[in-house]
C-alpha cells in the first residue's frame, strides 16, 4: 500500500484470524493508518508487520512473506542498488514478457539476515516490454544459516482494472539439520481503501 502517488510503496501483512479462530479483533486499524502523518504510519504498519509474523508457519522468522514485497525494489530509490540483466523472453508467462534478473549489489541491504546482517538480495522479474506489467516476480535470499525463495505470480482483476497477486509459493531452507519449509498461498475478494476529506476556511 502507499499513501499518496510520491509515497514509497509499503508491503505488509495484518493477521486477524488463524485456522478459522479470531487472534484479534478485526477492527478497522489499517484504514486508520492512512489518516495519520506518513512517519507515524509507517512506525505502526512496522508494528504491525511483526506482530503478525508470529503467525507464520514454522519457526524461520521472516516478514518478506508478502505478495507484493519484491515489487519494492522497482521504486527508482532502490534502483542504484542492483544490478539488472535481462535474460530471456518467456512466452510461457506472456507474448511479449521478459524476464529481467536482479542482484543487489549495494550495503548496507535492504532485508537483513541474521543478527542484523546484510543478507544480498537477486531473483528476476517477468514484465511485459510494451506495458510495464509485472506478470511475476522472484526473490532469493541466503545467508549461513538458511535460505529462502518466493515467488509471486499476477493476474488482471476485472473489478480494479489492473493486476493483483494470485498466488505466491514459499520455500525456506535451514542449513545443519536439513530443515525445509513450503508454502503455498492464494489471494482473492481484493478491497480498495478509500479516504476522503474535507476542509472548510473561514474567511478573516
Given at each position: 500500500?502507499?499513501?499518496?502517488?510520491?509515497?514509497?510503496?509499503?508491503?505488509?501483512?495484518?493477521?486477524?484470524?488463524?485456522?478459522?479462530?479470531?487472534?484479534?479483533?478485526?477492527?478497522d486499524?489499517?484504514?486508520?493508518?492512512?489518516?495519520k502523518?506518513?512517519?507515524?504510519?509507517?512506525?505502526?504498519?512496522?508494528?504491525?508487520?511483526?506482530?503478525?509474523?508470529r503467525w507464520?508457519?514454522?519457526?524461520?522468522q521472516r516478514?518478506?512473506?508478502?505478495?507484493?514485497f519484491?515489487?519494492?525494489?522497482?521504486?527508482?530509490?532502490?534502483?542504484a542498488?542492483?544490478?539488472?540483466?535481462?535474460?530471456?523472453?518467456?512466452?510461457?508467462?506472456g507474448?511479449?514478457?521478459?524476464?529481467?534478473?536482479?542482484k543487489?549489489?549495494?550495503r548496507?541491504?535492504?532485508?537483513r539476515?541474521?543478527?542484523n546482517?546484510?543478507?544480498?538480495a537477486?531473483?528476476?522479474f517477468w514484465?511485459?516490454?510494451?506495458?510495464?506489467r509485472?506478470?511475476k516476480?522472484?526473490?532469493?535470499?541466503?545467508d549461513?544459516?538458511?535460505?529462502?525463495?518466493?515467488?509471486?505470480?499476477?493476474?488482471?482483476?476485472?473489478?480494479?482494472?489492473?493486476?493483483?497477486?494470485?498466488?505466491?509459493r514459499?520455500?525456506?531452507?535451514?542449513?545443519?539439520?536439513g530443515?525445509?519449509?513450503?508454502?503455498?498461498a492464494t489471494?482473492?475478494?481484493?478491497?480498495q481503501f478509500e479516504?476522503?476529506t474535507?476542509?472548510?476556511?473561514?474567511?478573516?
Amino acid at each position: 500500500t502507499r499513501r499518496s502517488p510520491n509515497a514509497p510503496w509499503l508491503a505488509f501483512r495484518d493477521v486477524f484470524e488463524v485456522d478459522g479462530e479470531s487472534v484479534r479483533d478485526h477492527d478497522d486499524r489499517l484504514t486508520e493508518l492512512f489518516l495519520k502523518p506518513a512517519a507515524k504510519a509507517m512506525e505502526e504498519a512496522a508494528t504491525i508487520a511483526i506482530e503478525s509474523a508470529r503467525w507464520n508457519v514454522s519457526n524461520v522468522q521472516r516478514t518478506i512473506n508478502q505478495p507484493l514485497f519484491t515489487m519494492i525494489f522497482l521504486q527508482s530509490g532502490y534502483h542504484a542498488k542492483f544490478a539488472y540483466t535481462v535474460e530471456k523472453l518467456d512466452k510461457a508467462v506472456g507474448p511479449n514478457v521478459w524476464v529481467l534478473q536482479y542482484k543487489e549489489t549495494a550495503r548496507p541491504t535492504i532485508v537483513r539476515g541474521t543478527s542484523n546482517r546484510d543478507l544480498p538480495a537477486k531473483g528476476r522479474f517477468w514484465t511485459d516490454a510494451q506495458t510495464g506489467r509485472v506478470a511475476k516476480t522472484e526473490i532469493q535470499l541466503e545467508d549461513n544459516l538458511q535460505s529462502a525463495q518466493l515467488t509471486t505470480t499476477f493476474a488482471a482483476d476485472e473489478r480494479f482494472q489492473i493486476d493483483v497477486p494470485r498466488e505466491m509459493r514459499e520455500q525456506y531452507a535451514v542449513k545443519g539439520n536439513g530443515g525445509k519449509v513450503t508454502g503455498v498461498a492464494t489471494y482473492g475478494r481484493f478491497r480498495q481503501f478509500e479516504i476522503t476529506t474535507t476542509e472548510e476556511t473561514t474567511p478573516r
